[in-house]
């Protein structure tokens, strides 16, 4: 038994980090201020996405988005999905809800810059009358040894 602990840790390992694990402790970490506001997160990450980019930085740019689309939403969905294309991991966080209120150019700023941290990271955002979406881009390779 504790062969098979030791041999799934080691996979998962090689495997590097799960995505939807990231997004779904920031999830439940944000659940009280997002519930707070009439609002609600669905993590639609696939369970076969894995990353090797940094964690710390990814995990801060994607709290710091989570924040400022949480702290102005009033009865919102806030849609979080994944897709792998090859290296690179298109992450996007989409807002739909009564009325959308754009985030400040200075908190879009200070994201911008933690996304810069990120090796070859692109961040956008898309915002209209429907829908609020933020999307990023990030390679996620295996270092060579």
Not at 43 to 54: C, F, K, R
Not at 60 to 75: K, M
Request: charged share 25%.
């Amino acid at each position: 038994m504790e062969n098979q602990l030791s041999i799934c840790k080691l996979e998962n390992q090689s495997r590097g980090v799960s995505l939807k694990l990231i997004v779904s402790q920031l999830v439940l970490q944000f659940q009280p201020m997002t519930l707070k506001r009439k609002s609600f997160i669905i993590n639609d990450v696939p369970d076969d996405i894995y990353m090797y980019a940094d964690k710390d930085n990814l995990v801060t740019i994607i709290n710091s988005l989570l924040i400022s689309i949480i702290d102005r939403s009033r009865r919102s969905c806030i849609r979080i999905t994944a897709n792998r294309y090859s290296n690179i991991i298109v992450f996007r966080l989409k807002e739909s809800a009564d009325k959308i209120i754009n985030i400040s150019e200075h908190e879009w700023q200070k994201v911008k810059s933690l996304a810069k941290r990120l090796d070859h990271c692109v961040i956008e955002n898309d915002i209209n009358k429907e829908h609020a979406m933020f999307v990023f881009s990030f390679c996620s390779l295996i270092n060579a040894a």
